[in-house]
Nanobody, 115 residues
Framework: QVQLVESGGGLVQPGGSLRLSCVAS????????MGWYRQAPGNQRELVAR???????NYEDSVKGRFTISRDNAENTVYLQMNSLKPEDTAVYFC?????????WGRGTQVTVSS
């Protein structure tokens, strides 16, 4: 059974930082591209950051320079370091894994940026 379990969300003030983690089980982690999406109320789910099996990364324009995605294949974990957070970053953040036609999603973790 495949599971992606996110953690690290919470309430943070504008300008603050959070580090999200996603631990994967039931897949051969190193074969999968990994990423983070987010969805704010009333909005569509959007890609935040993605990392390939070789470590190449890409980011949504609004988070470039503030967010960093990384992976640890030994720990089956993908991370999202989020700095200089803004209220518009408030959303549920979802981890995903993709390999060929297979895609898996976590249940999400809430990130709220508010003073």
């Amino acid at each position: 059974q495949v599971q992606l379990v996110e953690s690290g969300g919470g309430l943070v003030q504008p300008g603050g930082s959070l580090r999200l983690s996603c631990v994967a089980s039931g897949i051969i982690f190193r074969f999968y591209a990994m990423g983070w999406y987010r969805q704010a109320p009333g909005n569509q789910r959007e890609l935040v950051a993605r990392i390939t099996t070789s470590g190449s990364t890409n980011y949504e324009d609004s988070v470039k320079g503030r967010f960093t995605i990384s992976r640890d294949n030994a720990e089956n974990t993908v991370y999202l370091q989020m700095n200089s957070l803004k209220p518009e970053d408030t959303a549920v953040y979802f981890c995903y894994a993709a390999y060929s036609s297979r895609q898996y999603w976590g249940r999400g973790t809430q990130v709220t940026v508010s003073s």
